[in-house]
């Protein structure tokens, strides 16, 4: 059980470290949900543009 816990708070202890540089890049670049959704369409645009060429 104590292994457990210990890799709960591992995790806790990275999330936190790293709440800072990922809010400083989602002020940056936008959130990451915003840059998914682009790269998918970009992706659906190049996709239909490939089938229409066959």
């Given at each position: 059980m104590s292994a457990y816990i210990e890799s709960l708070?591992?995790?806790r202890l990275e999330r936190e470290r790293l709440r800072e540089p990922i809010g400083d890049a989602?002020?940056?670049i936008g959130?990451?949900?915003a840059a998914v959704e682009a790269k998918r369409a970009f992706l659906r645009r190049g996709a239909a543009?490939?089938?229409d060429a066959v």
């Open positions: 708070i591992q995790r989602e002020a940056e959130p990451a949900a543009t490939s089938a």
